[in-house]
């Protein structure tokens, strides 16, 4: 089993990118093998609406794309994951830019028939429901605003998710990221390690779920 983790934060040793850690961390604990997207390192254009990724080659697992960039590579292992760890700090109220960069490419995992009427795009490579994902946001205001300034985020990471038939096992929002004390953070950090391992259980019972 593979856990891909996505962090949206250009700051690589900050609490966002120390909870994603953390979690994969859990994760490995569990017995899957991990790997870590910093998606500020990777040449990620910004996607430019011409929908030939998602209009073109029905057959292909995923659209091509005329940018030639990183997203190509990562969507390649993207695809044959398990599973997926999503992390990004609020930025004015939504996800960050890298992120949402990020998530744009992805509709080249999908495709729609040209001019048809029937609204959204399906996926590619299904995963049936065999693959989870679980997110974590981080956030400058305190808890209580967790479902105003992450409802957002998640919304914004699992929009996909939805096309590609993967459900969500946990989001964790953990606010007052610039102030908190250490020993709250370490109980984050600790949740963060526990999201890991679950998300590794949840991928194993879906799968078995499925086979039986």
Same mark, same amino acid.
């Given at each position: 089993?593979?856990?891909?983790?996505?962090?949206?934060?250009?700051?690589?040793?900050?609490?966002?990118?120390?909870?994603?850690?953390?979690?994969?961390? +859990?994760?490995?604990?569990?017995?899957? $093998?991990?790997?870590?997207?910093?998606?500020?390192?990777?040449?990620?254009?910004? *996607?430019?609406? *011409?929908?030939?990724?998602?209009?073109?080659?029905?057959?292909?697992?995923?659209?091509? *794309?005329?940018?030639?960039? #990183?997203?190509?590579?990562?969507?390649?292992?993207?695809?044959?994951? #398990? +599973?997926?760890?999503?992390?990004?700090?609020?930025? #004015?109220?939504?996800?960050?830019?890298?992120?949402?960069?990020?998530?744009?490419?992805?509709?080249?995992?999908?495709?729609? !028939?040209?001019?048809?009427?029937?609204?959204?795009?399906?996926?590619?490579?299904?995963?049936?429901?065999?693959?989870?994902?679980?997110?974590?946001?981080?956030?400058? *205001?305190? #808890?209580?605003?967790?479902?105003?300034?992450?409802?957002?985020?998640?919304?914004?990471? $699992?929009?996909?998710?939805?096309?590609?038939? !993967?459900?969500?096992?946990?989001?964790?929002?953990?606010?007052?990221?610039?102030?908190?004390?250490?020993?709250?953070?370490?109980?984050?950090?600790?949740?963060?390690?526990?999201?890991?391992?679950?998300?590794?259980?949840?991928?194993?019972?879906?799968?078995?779920?499925?086979?039986?």
């Amino acid at each position: 089993m593979k856990i891909l983790g996505f962090l949206g934060s250009p700051r690589l040793n900050g609490n966002c990118s120390k909870l994603l850690r953390k979690a994969l961390d +859990g994760v490995e604990s569990a017995g899957a $093998e991990t790997k870590l997207f910093e998606l500020i390192n990777y040449n990620i254009m910004d *996607c430019r609406g *011409c929908s030939n990724c998602f209009l073109n080659n029905p057959d292909l697992l995923i659209g091509e *794309c005329s940018l030639e960039d #990183d997203a190509a590579s990562i969507l390649e292992e993207y695809i044959k994951a #398990d +599973g997926y760890l999503f992390a990004s700090p609020v930025y #004015d109220g939504y996800i960050t830019a890298l992120m949402k960069r990020f998530l744009e490419r992805k509709i080249a995992l999908t495709y729609r !028939v040209p001019d048809s009427d029937t609204g959204l795009p399906f996926s590619r490579v299904p995963a049936n429901f065999k693959k989870k994902a679980s997110m974590i946001v981080t956030g400058n *205001c305190s #808890d209580e605003f967790s479902e105003p300034m992450g409802g957002p985020c998640y919304e914004a990471m $699992e929009a996909h998710l939805m096309l590609e038939q !993967v459900d969500t096992a946990d989001r964790l929002f953990v606010g007052s990221v610039e102030t908190i004390k250490e020993e709250a953070f370490l109980e984050r950090m600790n949740i963060a390690y526990q999201m890991g391992i679950r998300l590794v259980k949840e991928v194993e019972k879906a799968r078995n779920t499925k086979s039986s």
